[in-house]
């Protein structure tokens, strides 16, 4: 429950673009959102963003070297899976690329300087065009390196 109860808020914070405030103001009585203060304390929401791993460390470096993604390769397929699963499209299918905005460390971070956001990671996604789905989507890693979901 707790878990659940984090990831929304984590869910909240990027709608509400508060995802590049301090926890603190985002807590805050006079400017944060009362949400945040009715779902957990600051203090808890900030021990489990600097704990919560999705993938086995002891193994990340090894996996490193043939995917860019291992530390989040499980949690990516399970996504992909679950839109695939959940979600049956229309005759009307496009695919084509999207910056997603994103400042953290990343190896396959882009910098593209005539985009509104101008450092994200790349994807190229197959999309229903009518709804906008997400169906399917692979991020983009360099140049000459293409990595299709594994598993």
């Not at 704990?51 to 860019?68: L, N, P």
């Not at 190229?124 to 890693?141: G, L």
């Amino acid at each position: 429950m707790e878990l659940k109860a984090f990831l929304g808020l984590l869910i909240l914070s990027g709608i509400q673009k508060d995802n590049h405030v301090a926890t603190s103001d985002m807590w805050s009585l006079l400017d944060g959102s009362h949400v945040y203060r009715a779902v957990m304390t600051e203090r808890r929401f900030a021990f489990l963003l600097r704990v919560i791993r999705f993938d086995d460390s002891a193994t990340r470096q090894e996996r490193r070297k043939t995917d860019k993604m291992a530390p989040i390769r499980k949690i990516w397929n399970m996504l992909i899976q679950h839109c695939q699963e959940n979600y049956k499209p229309g005759p009307h299918i496009t695919v084509d690329e999207q910056l997603i905005p994103f400042r953290g460390r990343c190896p396959f971070k882009m910098y593209i300087p005539n985009k509104p956001a101008k450092y994200g990671l790349k994807m190229v996604m197959a999309c229903d065009a009518d709804t906008h789905y997400m169906i399917n989507a692979i991020p983009y890693m360099g140049t000459g390196s293409v990595e299709l979901p594994k598993g």
